[in-house]
């Protein structure tokens, strides 16, 4: 058995992620009668259905297909040998253990478990890890046929799909009555026709009883105080006392720990396990770090969490006394008796609950692109003056298709023209871009950052094929000056990488058109990782000024919510990059003028992080791409549209907007190998840009008189 | 309003009908009527003896086709040259596209951007 992959994941990004989820999925099922182990065997079925699932059109639920993946661990078990005498020989086929045969096809269906998740990035690494570790259940019983069926599965799914990762791609089925047609193209194995009729045995009695769920019950564990340091004071931890590791800190120490002493202390220790962080040094006092957990938790979270101090009194009934004391001295920033906490049950295949509709939960706290700048953009701020909400403003989304019942949009968002596309992908992305923008505020759900606009949508679908120029063209007839259009739309460039729709002519003419007009043309760059500056786009619409305002994607702040909210264990914000540098994928260039947030945008749609069977009450934690920045400058742009027509009773004319915009914003920051020659520009700060508004508009009125 | 498309099966089947994006020379237009294109000088093409059956043309921007063209911008009168021939499904695109590449009111013709959503989730 070598290690050489079946596939590689390069190879894999050529099919799209439903193609990905059905390629992995089979290469589990070739191997799935090889484990058996009972416990468990529903939970491997489980997750190579969830992949499947995924590959025939289902939603993809990220926390589904985690949760699913993870099932399929377990404790670590034993898993029992299958012997196998194939009739009419004396062979004897056997699946020799947890080491080889069971556990590797366990790692299969795992490991396409995770293809089925909509929004995982890591899916080609999954589906080839499940074409390999399929391989080597095979290989244990003597079958080197999986590897040959897995690569004839991709040739297949390759003419079959026409768009790539990370496409999501249209549905497909991949069973064996599907276009893939047989699991095994040569015929199926004796193993495997043998395995699949035999029944699994069953687990022998065992005197430990395993982890059995019963009724909750407090656990006799004492109440303790949680002691938040200032950040300013380090002060280290002893068994029982607080320590001094720098000169100065004398004095805090000694101030604690005579408070400290006038209780029974049993022990004062970090809250936070003391594991070293990659960048943190272990200080030469040799006190404990209190660092986390390397991997687990940013590295901006571990330096905020090195401040919290377990002080654990023998009398329980002594902590509220003792954070009481504790939280007035200057070292201590806050202290607290720690909550007792309740198990919080997942339910396995809806970890996002729907809440109580219409009054769904109200997701606004992780909505950390409306947060004062550098962070976010300010909208909270500039909703609080007349017209900073977007009044009077009307924008126009244009894409495929909107769930326009959405319990969180306005009443009566008008399809001006063009045809919905029937498509929950195409349904949940438009629902997502407006949901950013103009969701309504108050408890239910997210607010949108120009929530006071009217919001309108056209499709780019006409006469039964795409026409972004006519739609950019029929919005800008019904639309006005200072209204906005937005284009949330990406075409396949020269180089076979998605580019921002200006590339072609009519689309660039359709913009320049609406521009003329007054009407603000908000463009997503589009998701290629393209330099636009490059050769191979001079002149054409990339290397010249439409007047539209094009938007990349950068990365956010590490939000708190994205990382220990709901989907904790996925990828967060710091492991993107540094806040506002260009994020991998998207494109830049000169004529990049402003980004928006790229990653795990909070907003409607997907149901990811509340789901149903009802799609209006779906929302997102995980909107990401140009897709979610352009939204994001769109709906900032109306805000000022918005103010200007209050302040100077006129709108900005587009070109005054984007500078507005550019001049004010929090500006780009580069990354590690992500210089700030990829330009993708700043991100809109709208206070300051007000500000810039009053000083432009004055500046202008200086130049006429 | 146009209506949505219920009947359709699910996924992008019914919008990836073949067509091919036609930019006329200044001084042609379409007209309906005649299913041709016509210039300011009374040349006529019959664009449909070249295509397939049940092929459709109609203007990218519809409604400046219908505007006098002195009331046109620059970046509107160009736009206003722009035809998408819409074919049956199943027709061969590149034959369309050479095609009109000959027809002597083409200033350029082109396949169309393949679009999709920017959205990574």
């Known amino acids: 058995m070598n290690d050489e992959p079946v596939i590689t994941a390069e190879e894999l990004k050529k099919l799209s992620r439903r193609g990905m989820a059905a390629f992995a999925a089979r290469c589990a099922r070739r191997v799935q009668p090889l484990f058996d182990v009972q416990e468990r065997v529903k939970a491997v079925r489980k997750a190579i259905e969830v992949a499947e699932n995924f590959a025939k059109g289902g939603v993809g639920n990220p926390d589904e297909a985690y949760a699913a993946a993870k099932a399929t661990e377990g404790s670590k078990g034993h898993p029992e040998s299958r012997e196998v005498t194939s009739p009419g020989s004396s062979r004897s086929i056997s699946a020799s253990g947890p080491s080889e045969t069971a556990e590797a096809a366990r790692e299969a269906a795992g490991y396409a478990a995770r293809t089925g998740s909509f929004y995982d990035l890591g899916a080609p690494t999954y589906a080839a890890a499940a074409a390999a570790a399929a391989a080597k259940a095979a290989a244990a019983v003597g079958d080197g046929r999986a590897a040959t069926a897995a690569k004839f599965d991709h040739e297949k799914l390759l003419k079959l799909h026409h768009v790539a990762f990370p496409e999501i791609g249209d549905p497909i089925d991949p069973s064996e009555s599907g276009p893939l047609g047989p699991l095994w193209p040569d015929g199926k194995p004796k193993w495997f026709v043998i395995l699949r009729k035999r029944p699994i045995p069953k687990p022998r009695r065992s005197s430990d009883p395993g982890f059995l769920v019963r009724a909750v019950s407090q656990p006799d564990t004492p109440d303790y105080v949680v002691v938040e340091l200032s950040k300013d004071r380090p002060l280290g931890v002893g068994p029982k006392a607080f320590a001094a590791p720098l000169p100065g800190t004398e004095s805090d120490a000694a101030s604690l720990n005579k408070i400290l002493a006038s209780f029974d202390v049993v022990t004062v220790r970090p809250h936070f396990p003391a594991v070293e962080t990659p960048s943190r040094a272990r200080p030469s006092t040799g006190l404990p770090v209190m660092g986390l957990q390397e991997g687990v938790v940013p590295e901006a979270f571990a330096d905020a969490f090195k401040n919290f101090v377990q002080v654990i009194p023998k009398d329980s009934a002594d902590s509220q006394k003792l954070a009481t004391r504790l939280k007035k001295t200057n070292a201590v920033r806050d202290a607290y008796v720690a909550p007792r906490p309740v198990p919080a049950v997942v339910t396995p295949l809806a970890a996002a609950p729907e809440g109580k509709a219409p009054g769904s939960r109200n997701f606004e706290p992780s909505q950390g692109y409306l947060h004062s700048p550098p962070n976010g953009i300010g909208a909270m701020a500039a909703w609080t003056v007349p017209g900073g909400d977007g009044k009077g403003v009307r924008i126009c989304d244009i894409e495929g298709a909107w769930n326009l019942k959405h319990e969180d949009l306005p009443k009566g968002i008008r399809l001006l023209g063009g045809t919905m596309i029937p498509n929950l992908g195409w349904r949940n992305h438009g629902t997502a871009v407006l949901g950013e923008m103009v969701s309504l505020p108050g408890v239910v759900g997210t607010v949108g950052i120009a929530h006071g606009a009217t919001a309108v949508v056209h499709s780019a679908v006409i006469n039964g094929v795409f026409n972004t120029a006519g739609a950019i063209s029929a919005a800008a007839a019904e639309l006005s000056a200072g209204d906005v259009i937005l284009i949330e739309l990406q075409g396949t460039g020269p180089n076979g990488k998605y580019v921002a729709m200006q590339y072609w002519r009519a689309e660039f003419l359709a913009i320049q058109a609406a521009v003329a007009k007054g009407i603000v043309v908000v463009e997503a760059a589009g998701n290629g990782d393209e330099d636009f500056d490059a050769p191979v786009f001079q002149g054409t619409g990339l290397q010249t000024d439409s007047g539209a305002i094009v938007v990349g994607a950068g990365v956010p702040p590490t939000n708190y919510f994205d990382y220990f909210g709901f989907g904790a264990g996925k990828p967060g914000y710091s492991e993107i990059g540094t806040p506002r540098s260009r994020i991998w994928f998207s494109n830049y260039g000169k004529i990049v003028n402003v980004q928006g947030w790229g990653w795990h945008v909070t907003t409607l749609g997907y149901g990811d992080l509340q789901g149903s069977a009802r799609e209006n009450v779906w929302y997102t934690l995980r909107f990401s791409g140009t897709s979610s920045a352009s939204p994001i400058v769109a709906a900032a742009a109306a805000c000022i549209q918005g103010r200007a027509t209050v302040l100077k009773r006129s709108p900005l004319t587009p070109s005054d907007l984007r500078d507005v915009l550019i001049k004010s914003g929090t500006p780009q920051e580069p990354g590690p190998g992500v210089p700030l020659s990829q330009h993708i520009g700043p991100l809109p700060h709208l206070s300051r840009a007000f500000a810039q508004m009053r000083k432009h508009t004055t500046e202008t009125r200086g130049r006429l008189s | ?121």
């Open chain 2, 1 to 121: 309003m146009t209506p949505v498309m219920k009947d359709d099966p699910p996924g992008m089947e019914p919008f990836v009908k073949p067509h091919i994006v036609v930019k006329l020379k200044p001084g042609w237009a379409f007209d309906p009527s005649r299913r041709a294109f016509v210039s300011q000088d009374g040349d006529v093409v019959r664009p449909q003896r070249d295509l397939p059956k049940g092929s459709r043309i109609v203007p990218m921007a519809p409604k400046l086709t219908r505007e006098p063209r002195a009331t046109l911008s620059t970046a509107e009168e160009e736009l206003s040259r722009y035809f998408q021939v819409i074919l049956p499904k199943g027709e061969n695109a590149s034959a369309a596209r050479d095609a009109a590449s000959h027809w002597p009111s083409t200033a350029e013709v082109s396949m169309p951007p393949k679009v999709s959503l920017p959205g990574v989730v």
